[in-house]
C-alpha cells in the first residue's frame, strides 16, 4: 500500500520508456496546490485551478529537488498503475547512503490538502 512520503519508481506519463524516482504528495482524494510561478511550470498549468482534487486511481509526485524537477507540476497526475515500486534504499550520493526517509518537506506537505 503507497502512503504519502513514500520514493517510487514509475513510468514516465510523458514517456513511458522513461522510469522515473519521485516521492508521492498525494493521494487519491487529497487536494494540491500545484506550483504554477515557476518557470518550468508555468506553461503547463496556465489554465488550472489553484487546487486540483486527485482522482481516484491517480497520485501526485514531485521530486525532491524542489524547484528543478520533471514532475507532477510538469505532466499533473499520475496513474497508480504507471508506479513500480518504492524505493526502499540509497545508493547515491554516498552522503544519503542508508534507507529512504518516507517523509514530505515542510514547504510541500503545507500545499497538501489545502
Known sequence: MLKRGDVVTLHSPTNPSDVLVKRIIGLPGDMIRPLKNTPQHADNHQNLPDR?????????????????????NSFGYVPLGLVIGRASFVVYPFSNFGPV??????WKRDRINQ
Open 101 to 106: 526517509k518516507s517523509r514530505i518537506p515542510d
Open 52 to 72: 486540483l482534487q486527485i482522482p481516484s486511481g491517480h497520485c501526485w509526485v514531485e521530486g525532491d529537488e524542489g524547484f528543478h524537477s520533471i514532475d507532477s
